[in-house]
């Protein structure tokens, strides 16, 4: 890629003498640790990202653009990561003089690759001490090893030649540590499926949503009613895709562009930009928020949005759609909160007032009461009640069905004949008299009718006849509580997790807010969830946990919590510990947040190696990465929850807070004041203090 550099015209006096800046050559080992150390913070990602872009890099150098590259994910049968393509491959030449070399990159000349760094094919240092690379290179396969040795700098080592006929390209070869191999497979699933083409790799790729729209410029995801969360906007450049900051598209530059900054956060999606169009952090973790990056984004923002909303409605207008086909469709970019010209805006109505116009030959029911509207839904259906059995025997109506129900005795109570084609008629006049024509209309005896189950009277339900179930996580918001669990006829097992339920509810503990925290836990942490067995007491035939075989569910959460607790979590639970400090353990706004100007700030007035700046430094640092890795942090916060109370004191945050304030008491004298205040409103009063303190 074609890096973007600025053009500058300097004009000064004369001088007397001058100097290039320029890297010192005996601190060079130093400088390359802080590029291969320091300069990712997610070593993960930084090792899939910049290999698997530099594999595909090298099919479009080699014009194979349209052949995948090979990535083998890590196992635990076999814990390697090995990233293949089938470019031209590197003679020794290449590999001991550009491919080792900080910097050094052969691709600044066209914005045909994504890489022009010269940093990336290094990236393997930042997670291990070694690495292996084969490149197979015009008939001869030459394996190397690069181990970083005493000098700090690193050393790559020819190991072996032998022929390998026509087969050409590079493998790299990377050793994994086993608490590492889940967390591999998770981000490479996320970051491959904006690989075109996909790579050959041995796990499955998340399929883009089915409700979307693939545009020149992007893809918009579709909004549907169960959505909740939020799915960040990313902008792809080549193959690497890059979380968008919705906070750097200021309204001021997005007013230049018609006010996108409007619609960003109803909506999310992909950017796609060709190599070049946006600039990218040294790291390329993140997209570098330049004026020309920004005004790219908003550009881009306004083009997709502008080019979706035009495709859309000429699908709609133009379609050949009923009037009723037209509002539902119109419903997505009512849920996107999207522009629509405003001879369309009715057509974005939530539902339509049809008091008016029910004639007097029908009534229109929805869960047996009478209804003046009509809500806009794909999935609703007018059904002819011309079938008199038991309506609760017929188990295909939904919520979202209306009952047309024929009258069939006029004002004096007279009866009278029915005439179902005149009602039939009769609807689909109001259908046209309210502009929604073409509502799927079906009769009730066309639907499957079953005896309901009754027992004197009484239509029993049949799960009240089972005794052991099995919880379904499905079920449970918006719905009755037996939808959460489904029966089980099996035999227990001292293996089993169990419950005790009462009327299909969890005696003493909310099954529902508990297995939600723990899904989380086992999908950001690692573990597995085990199915859980409910066993059903009533009044008249009582179940204790002590007479039931198996663990409890609340027992066993508590050794989940201790799997948990592996060598590679302590990293992230540090990172939580501090940006948590001032709460002991709970993520808490109250407290002023640290900022780089602060951190300069406490630098410039105490020192950077003062306590106090260290620890600001430690409690941004966690700041940043929890809100880098949200969900995580979530995670985190609920495990931290779940710990020793002595654990969370014990912490290496609140050890160095403690000491501060022992230190500095007056910094805590009240709960009004505390360390924060030393980047407060009233920090020069407070800095003044801790000086004193320190001259004493």
Not at 663 to 684: D, F, I, N, Q
């Amino acid at each position: 890629m074609i890096p973007n550099t600025a053009v500058r015209l300097v004009s000064s006096s004369p001088v007397a003498a001058s100097a290039e800046f320029g890297i010192s050559l005996k601190d060079s080992a130093h400088i390359m640790t802080i590029l291969r150390d320091t300069l990712y913070s997610d070593k993960v990602l930084a090792v899939l990202r910049e290999y698997s872009a530099n594999a595909w890099d090298s099919h479009r150098d080699a014009g194979k653009g349209d052949v995948p590259i090979k990535v083998t994910l890590p196992t635990a049968m076999d814990p390697s990561l090995v990233i293949r393509d089938f470019g031209e491959g590197l003679s020794p030449d290449e590999v001991f003089n550009i491919y080792t070399q900080y910097g050094s990159s052969t691709k600044r000349g066209s914005d045909n690759a994504v890489g022009m760094l010269g940093i990336g094919s290094k990236s393997g240092f930042a997670y291990s001490d070694s690495f292996t690379v084969t490149s197979y290179h015009e008939g001869k396969k030459s394996t190397y090893v690069a181990v970083l040795d005493k000098s700090e700098k690193g050393v790559i080592n020819l190991l072996c030649d032998e022929p390998c006929g026509d087969e050409t390209g590079i493998a790299i070869q990377i050793a994994i540590r086993p608490e590492d191999i889940r967390e591999f497979t998770q981000k490479a699933q996320n970051l491959f499926q904006y690989f075109i083409p996909r790579p050959d790799i041995n796990t499955t790729l998340p399929k883009l949503p089915a409700a979307q729209a693939t545009l020149k410029h992007g893809v918009i995801y579709e909004r549907t009613d169960n959505y909740y969360g939020e799915r960040p906007w990313v902008a792809v450049m080549g193959c690497v895709s890059y979380n968008v900051n919705l906070d750097q598209v200021s309204e001021s530059d997005s007013t230049k562009f018609g006010g996108v900054a409007n619609f960003l956060r109803n909506i999310s999606g992909a950017l796609y930009f060709d190599i070049g169009e946006v600039q990218v952090s040294a790291s390329r973790e993140e997209l570098k928020y330049s004026a020309e990056t920004k005004l790219a984004l908003v550009k881009k923002f306004n083009d997709l949005v502008d080019e979706y909303v035009r495709q859309s409605l000429d699908t709609i207008l133009n379609g050949g759609f009923s009037s009723w086909e037209k509002r539902v469709r119109f419903q997505v970019l009512a849920k996107l909160h999207l522009p629509v010209p405003d001879d369309c805006a009715t057509l974005l109505e939530g539902s339509i007032s049809v008091k008016e116009k029910v004639p007097k030959s029908f009534v229109i029911l929805q869960n047996r009461t009478p209804v003046s509207s009509i809500r806009i839904n794909e999935n609703t259906r007018f059904i002819l009640w011309d079938d008199r059995r038991s309506r609760s025997g017929f188990q295909d109506l939904t919520g979202s069905d209306y009952l047309v129900n024929p009258v069939t005795k006029d004002d004096k109570g007279k009866a009278i004949k029915l005439d179902w084609p005149a009602v039939e008629a009769d609807l689909a006049a109001m259908c046209a008299a309210v502009d929604i024509t073409g509502v799927p209309t079906l009769k009730l005896s066309s639907f499957t009718w079953a005896m309901p189950t009754k027992v004197g009277g009484r239509k029993i339900n049949p799960k009240h006849r089972t005794q052991v179930f099995r919880y379904n996580p499905e079920g449970g918001y918006c719905k009755p509580w037996s939808d959460c669990w489904e029966p089980e006829d099996r035999v227990p097992d001292p293996s089993d997790v169990f419950t005790i339920i009462s009327n299909f509810r969890t005696v003493g503990f909310d099954m529902g807010a508990y297995y939600k925290e723990d899904s989380l836990l086992a999908e950001e942490l690692g573990g597995v969830l085990p199915p859980i067995y409910g066993y059903k007491t009533t009044d008249k035939k009582p179940v204790e946990e002590k007479n039931c075989i198996g663990t409890p569910y609340q027992t066993w959460r508590d050794s989940f919590v201790a799997s948990l607790i592996a060598p590679g979590l302590q990293v992230k639970l540090d990172h939580w510990h501090w940006s948590s400090v001032f709460s002991e353990g709970r993520y808490n706004w109250n407290y002023p947040r640290v900022d780089k100007d602060t951190v300069k700030k406490l630098v410039k007035v105490l020192g950077p190696t003062h306590s106090i700046t260290v620890f600001a430094e430690k409690y941004y640092d966690g700041g940043v990465y929890c809100h880098a890795h949200p969900h995580l942090s979530q995670a985190l916060d609920r495990l931290s929850r779940r710990l020793p109370d002595q654990t969370l004191k014990d912490s290496a945050a609140q050890k160095e807070l403690k000491a501060i304030y022992e230190k500095y008491p007056l910094l805590k004298a009240t709960e009004e004041t505390s360390v924060c205040e030393l980047w407060g409103k009233h920090s020069e009063h407070w800095a003044q203090y801790v000086k004193l303190i320190d001259a004493i």
